[in-house]
T-cell receptor, first 117, second 117 residues
């Protein structure tokens, strides 16, 4: 198993550009989520999905879109990048809320470091 | 409000000293889970422990131990005989259930631990 993979590892954008951060998992996990990590603020939830076709907003969703067409993939789209979106982005997955429950361990990808100039 | 506070932003100790990382949480849920994650300099997030709110037994794993006290809403983490390899940022997190029934993690701000040789 590759676990949770993220691409790219590093990205530099100019203000106003769009891009998609890719996330994939091969563990047949139903639950996937995106977090951003900023200095002194821990990780904050952006969007999450409880299964293919079902997504919802987290704590800081503005400026980001997600979709979940397959169980394996959960891409995060920045429609018009802003300097405030400079951060490290982590994708995570876990079995499901019904099978694993709220205490299920989340497996994190290696992260994408994004800089918006 | 669901919140996790790690009041210690940075801790620096000399190798072989014991060190305790504090975590205080707030939740209105009667059932919840608490986690500790380690983020070494390489950047990935490593799961350390999960604790159910109904289980107040302390846990020990090698040099690591955790003290969970519901009465004070704390879940502290102690490293005994610290080693340089323990240097990392440590995050405490609270698992909360959304209105839709999904799980999301609320992270503390993190504590940067430096072990000096």
């Amino acid at each position: 198993n590759a676990g949770v993979t993220q691409t790219p590892k590093f990205q530099v954008l100019k203000t106003g550009q769009s891009m998609t951060l890719q996330c994939a998992q091969d563990m047949n996990h139903e639950y996937m989520s995106w977090y951003r990590q900023d200095p002194g603020m821990g990780l904050r939830l952006i969007h999450y999905s409880v299964g293919a076709g079902i997504t919802d907003q987290g704590e800081v969703p503005n400026g980001y879109n997600v979709s979940r067409s397959t169980t394996e993939d959960f891409p995060l789209r920045l429609l018009s990048a802003a300097p405030s979106q400079t951060s490290v982005y982590f994708c995570a997955s876990s079995y499901s809320i019904t099978r694993g429950g709220p205490g299920d361990e989340q497996f994190f990808g290696p992260g994408t470091r994004l800089t918006v100039l | 409000a669901q919140k996790v506070t790690q009041a210690q932003t940075e801790i620096s100790v000399v190798e072989k000293e014991d060190v305790t990382l504090d975590c205080v949480y707030e939740t209105r849920d009667t059932t919840y889970y608490l986690f500790w994650y380690k983020q070494p300099p390489s950047g990935e997030l490593v799961f350390l422990i999960r604790r159910n709110s109904f289980d107040e037994q302390n846990e020990i794993s090698g040099r690591y131990s955790w003290n969970f006290q519901k009465s004070t809403s704390s879940f502290n983490f102690t490293i005994t005989a610290s080693q340089v390899v323990d240097s990392a940022v440590y995050f405490c997190a609270l698992s909360v259930t959304t209105i839709q029934g999904a799980q999301k993690l609320v992270f503390g701000q993190g504590t940067r631990l430096t072990i000096n040789p």
